[in-house]
């Protein structure tokens, strides 16, 4: 994932439609998204109530790890697939190495 870009669980959108209200809705969508993109955590900004924005921060705070959680993932993925490609792969086996019920005798059985 480049800066700016991060991915958008299905997790998420469930957790999302089970807001009921419409504006606490839309501003789970959009701190998911700042967070995502940013990863800066403004959603205070949004004009919620006490309880809105309790409710809010119950469901981002368990996004955000993920979307942390996914990210550290993504860049030692990355930074692991570097190194296994400079060393080759998994090489072949050669026929010393085949188990021995799998050589090929020369006899018709």
Known sequence: ????E???RKSFYESCR???DP????A???AICEYGVTGKNNWEQYSLTGIEQDMLNIILRSIYSTIDDTKKRYKRAQENGR???LMG???HKKNSEIHPSRKTTGEIP
């Open 1 to 4: 994932m480049k800066d700016g």
């Open 83 to 85: 190194k296994g490609g």
């Open 6 to 8: 991060f991915l958008f």
């Open 28 to 30: 789970a969508y959009e």
């Open 89 to 91: 792969g998994r090489g």
């Open 18 to 20: 089970e807001i009921r």
């Open 23 to 26: 504006k606490i809705r839309l």
